[in-house]
């Protein structure tokens, strides 16, 4: 099962990408030995729709596409359930052993994600209740993700 970060706009080059470019190189150096085929990021454009809901419905469209069929798809959304670290290792975990292709953490663009998307999400998930700028909470989602790959894999990077 490969894992993918989704994210609606891209990173400015820069500290914010440079950090997050480091905890996915990470999680993907460690992704073999956790029963993962590859960890990547995909950008996709922001929507020059004129109307939120059409440029949510656009933004939508493209990250359903990558889903795709049997995909587990995760939202991180502020007004998702939180979770710890070790219940989201567990779901990577459950979802690589049930033989899901692709497990992806979609992160939607200024306007939040659109009501498809919504639908289609197996979990919505949040960083807390406060909105989180777009590239933090892209650092914070490589950073889970790295940290659930060494929770799977007995690293000590975690500790409880």
């Given at each position: 099962m490969r894992i993918?970060?989704?994210?609606?706009?891209?990173?400015?080059?820069?500290?914010?990408?440079?950090?997050?470019?480091?905890?996915?190189?990470?999680?993907?150096?460690?992704?073999?030995?956790?029963?993962?085929?590859?960890?990547?990021?995909?950008?996709?454009?922001?929507?020059?729709a004129?109307?939120?809901?059409?440029?949510?419905?656009?933004?939508?469209?493209?990250?359903?596409?990558l889903a795709g069929d049997g995909a587990r798809l995760v939202l991180l959304d502020e007004r998702g359930k939180g979770i710890s670290s070790r219940t989201f290792a567990e779901d990577l975990a459950k979802a690589r052993d049930s033989g899901v292709p692709a497990y992806v953490l979609a992160l939607g663009g200024p306007d939040g994600h659109g009501d498809a998307l919504r639908e289609r999400a197996d979990l919505t998930i949040a960083f807390g209740a406060m909105t989180w700028p777009h590239q933090l909470a892209r650092?914070?989602?490589?950073?889970?993700?790295y940290r659930a790959i060494t929770i799977l894999t007995g690293h000590p990077y975690h500790r409880e």
């Open positions: 993918v970060l989704a994210g609606i706009g891209r990173m400015k080059k820069g500290p914010d990408s440079e950090l997050g470019a480091r905890y996915l190189d990470r999680a993907a150096a460690s992704a073999r030995s956790a029963g993962f085929t590859g960890v990547e990021i995909r950008e996709f454009p922001e929507s020059q004129r109307k939120p809901n059409d440029r949510m419905a656009e933004e939508a469209a493209s990250l359903i596409k650092i914070m989602a490589a950073e889970q993700i």
